[in-house]
T-cell receptor, first 114, second 117 residues
Framework: KAGVTQTPRYLIKTRGQQVTLSCSPI?????VSWYQQTPGQGLQFLFEYFSETQRNKGNFPGRFSGRQFSNSRSEMNVSTLELGDSALYLCASSLGQGSGDTQYFGPGTRLTVL | AQSVTQLDSHVSVSEGTPVLLRCNYSSSYSPSLFWYVQHPNKGLQLLLKYTSAATLVKGINGFEAEFKKSETSFHLTKPSAHMSDAAEYFCVVSAGNYGGSQGNLIFGKGTKLSVKP
């Protein structure tokens, strides 16, 4: 099976712009979660989508949003970019059946905000 | 609430010597615990997972971890380090419930493993 894929792998944006990141889960997985990784804060949960519905949300401002499509692919959007949004954004997919689910991670999108 | 603490931010070993990466967890119920590895500029790869079956869990690449409830620990070990093991390792606990801001997984701060030739 193909793994989790994320596009693009690298992005450079300027402050105030918006950005959309894409994630394609493993075939058959219905849950997609997004995480932000920074040197200072480590790995932090953004949100989780399951069957096109946001099921869980982390402590991030409303500038961070996402959605999931009927084929389980997910997009994440960040509006009005700030310098502090520079990070590695990781997407993970799972079956979404419970707390013991294994999440499989994609390679990430490296976002740099100038 | 669930939490996880990785006791060492950096561990350095020589090739061929044992590896020990320490992790303590806090959970109000029997947790699901994971170890993930991240190589530079790569995503996270699952090493192993504990979900209340055998307390000694074997993972990929010769790694294993032992769940010790009395010590609330889940340390990662490998008998003999290889140069390719140099990476950052994350101990992770499942948040255990859907809904709320904790999310599905709670990550430790990570331990960077260096392997000297």
């Amino acid at each position: 099976k193909a793994g989790v894929t994320q596009t693009p792998r690298y992005l450079i944006k300027t402050r105030g712009q918006q950005v959309t990141l894409s994630c394609s889960p493993i075939s058959g997985h219905r849950s997609v979660s997004w995480y932000q990784q920074t040197p200072g804060q480590g790995l932090q949960f953004l949100f989780e989508y399951f069957s096109e519905t946001q099921r869980n949300k982390g402590n991030f401002p409303g500038r961070f949003s996402g959605r999931q499509f009927s084929n389980s692919r997910s997009e994440m959007n960040v509006s009005t970019l700030e310098l502090g949004d520079s990070a590695l954004y990781l997407c993970a997919s799972s079956l979404g059946q419970g707390s013991g689910d294994t999440q499989y991670f994609g390679p990430g999108t490296r976002l740099t905000v100038l | 609430a669930q939490s996880v603490t990785q006791l060492d931010s950096h561990v350095s070993v020589s090739e061929g010597t044992p590896v020990l990466l320490r992790c303590n967890y806090s959970s109000s119920y029997s947790p699901s615990l994971f170890w993930y590895v991240q190589h530079p500029n790569k995503g996270l790869q699952l090493l192993l997972k504990y979900t209340s079956a055998a307390t000694l869990v074997k993972g990929i690449n010769g790694f294993e971890a032992e769940f010790k409830k009395s010590e609330t620990s889940f340390h990662l070990t490998k008998p003999s380090a290889h140069m390719s093991d140099a990476a950052e390792y994350f101990c992770v606990v499942s948040a255990g419930n859907y809904g709320g801001s904790q999310g599905n997984l709670i990550f430790g701060k990570g331990t960077k493993l260096s392997v000297k030739p």
